[in-house]
């Protein structure tokens, strides 16, 4: 039976892929890479290419679509599902990429649940998550003894107040766009300088700072604040 395998790549940097990513690549007839459109660039792809050859290996473009519209990002989880099913189905062991760890905030989990459910063979492997990667350049632990760490995409400011009182330590994941309102609630409860902004990590752009209001951070964002 054809098996499907879900691959965290890690963060950016192509020393961050593991052992088994790389024996699953090898594995698979197929390289599954999703991206929010047909032909865009993959950061995930450009990551594996750093380390495994993908030419031996046929490249299959998904379409995860990031429409505000519920029933346009279903249909394109849908139907990736169904281009994977299809592959398994012909006999062909399939390997989807995904950055960072795949059960942290993936599209992966929705076709693997899908396969899941089509009865096919499954095996998950670990990747590095951006923001283990950014504490560990940052020489910061996330957590120590008996705190506590929430780990949430950014909020609507109501909801990151509660988490910022409730939790140790809050990572902030998806939050370019957020980081003035976020600067703010920190000054707020005086942790303006207890957090750190991560974007890009592993890549040529990559910045580690002290949060800074006014500035634009791009899409692969993450702000970790530790009390």
């Known amino acids: 039976m054809a098996k499907f395998y879900s691959v965290g790549v890690g963060a950016g940097d192509g020393s961050y892929i593991t052992l088994g990513a790389l024996r699953a690549l090898e594995q698979a007839d197929i390289i599954a890479v999703p991206v929010k459109k047909y032909g865009e660039k993959s950061t995930a792809l450009e990551i ?9 290996k046929e490249i299959s473009e998904l379409e995860f679509r990031m429409s505000g519209d519920t029933k346009v990002r279903e249909e394109s989880r849908r139907n990736s599902s169904e281009k994977i099913i ?53 020489q910061i632990s996330l957590c120590e003894g008996n705190e506590s760490v929430a780990i949430i995409p950014s909020l609507k ?66 702000v970790i604040v530790r009390k």
């Open 48 to 56: 594996i290419r750093k380390e495994f050859d993908t030419d031996k």
């Open 86 to 138: 299809s592959a398994l189905k012909d006999g062909k062991d399939v390997a989807m990429i995904t950055l960072g760890d795949v059960s942290v905030y993936s599209t992966c989990t929705y076709v693997h649940n899908a396969v899941k459910n089509a009865g096919f063979e499954l095996e998950i492997i670990p990747g590095i998550t951006s923001f283990c990667a950014a504490a560990d350049k940052a």
């Open 157 to 222: 400011s109501n909801l990151l107040e509660k988490y910022i009182a409730d939790f140790d330590t809050v990572v902030i994941m998806k939050s370019g766009n957020d980081t003035d309102v976020i600067s703010d609630i920190l000054k707020k409860y005086g942790l303006e300088n207890n957090a750190i902004v991560s974007s890009c990590i592993g890549m040529e752009n990559e910045v580690i700072e002290k949060i800074q209001k006014g500035k634009s951070y791009g899409y692969f964002t993450t």
